[in-house]
Nanobody, 119 residues
Framework: QVRLVESGGGLVQVGGSLRLSCVASGRNLENIGTMGWHRQAPGKQRELVATITWNDDAYYEEPVKGRFVISRDSAKNTMYLQMNDLNPEDTGVYTC????????????WGQGAQVTVSS
C-alpha cells in the first residue's frame, strides 16, 4: 500500500512563496503513474491544482498558471509544488494525490497541508 505525506505548508504574506513536498512510501511505488495536487478552500469544493505524469509532463489549472511549478524527483519518491506570488485565494488545504499507471481515478491521498496567505 502506498502512503503519501505532505510537508511545507504554513502562513505566508501576499506575494510570498512556499514549497510543498509529498513523499511516497510503501510497496509497489513503481505502480504510481500521474501525481497531483488538489486544494480545498474554506467553504468551497476541492479543486485540482496541478498534475505531473510519470515522464514529467506537467499540467496546471488556470488560476495557478505562471505562478506554481510542479515537479517530481523519482529517485527520492518525492513530488513538489513551488508556489510563488501567492494571494489570499490560494489559501486552503493542499493534498497530494496519485493514480496508478492503469487508472484515471485519484485513488491515493495524503492527509493534507494547510496553506494560509494573509493580506
Amino acid at each position: 500500500q502506498v502512503r503519501l505525506v505532505e510537508s511545507g505548508g504554513g502562513l505566508v504574506q501576499v506575494g510570498g512563496s512556499l514549497r510543498l513536498s509529498c513523499v511516497a512510501s510503501g510497496r509497489n511505488l513503481e505502480n504510481i503513474g500521474t501525481m497531483g495536487w488538489h486544494r480545498q478552500a474554506p467553504g468551497k469544493q476541492r479543486e485540482l491544482v496541478a498534475t505531473i505524469t510519470w515522464n514529467d509532463d506537467a499540467y496546471y489549472e488556470e488560476p495557478v498558471k505562471g505562478r506554481f511549478v510542479i515537479s517530481r524527483d523519482s529517485a527520492k519518491n518525492t513530488m513538489y509544488l513551488q508556489m510563488n506570488d501567492l494571494n489570499p485565494e490560494d489559501t486552503g488545504v493542499y493534498t497530494c494525490t496519485a493514480r496508478t499507471r492503469w487508472s484515471s481515478l485519484w485513488s491515493i491521498w495524503g492527509q493534507g497541508a494547510q496553506v494560509t496567505v494573509s493580506s
